[in-house]
């Protein structure tokens, strides 16, 4: 069983998409089912709130590729928030902070 959860709210400024757990190919649907609601919301901006992640790996790195993809033919922008310095560490590697803004 994961360990994964992803919560969508929404502000009148952004979506946010916050996450626990582990983040990996096994719950890449799970993911994908809330992004895409993310992006059908009103917001431009989407918040993805890595504070409670332990674990990404690189087929979710991949995966965050697809959803930057799909938000910016939507005229939406994606910022990745809070990441501890491991999963920091796997977005650099997949060079994601030349697609979208990390902070």
Avoid: C, H
Avoid at 57 to 71: C, E, P, R, T, V
């Amino acid at each position: 069983m994961s360990d994964f959860e992803v919560s969508l709210t929404a502000t009148d400024l952004a979506s946010i998409l916050a996450t626990k757990g582990t983040l990996d190919s096994k719950v890449g649907q799970v993911f994908k089912s809330k992004s895409d609601k993310a992006l059908e919301m009103e917001p431009k901006n989407i918040n993805v709130d890595f504070q409670k992640l332990a674990v990404l790996d690189a087929s979710a790195a991949g995966m965050l590729m697809f959803f930057n993809y799909a938000a910016k033919t939507k005229g939406k922008q994606i910022s990745i928030t809070n990441a501890s310095p491991a999963v920091q560490q796997v977005l650099n590697r997949a060079n994601l902070g030349k697609l979208l803004t990390i902070r």
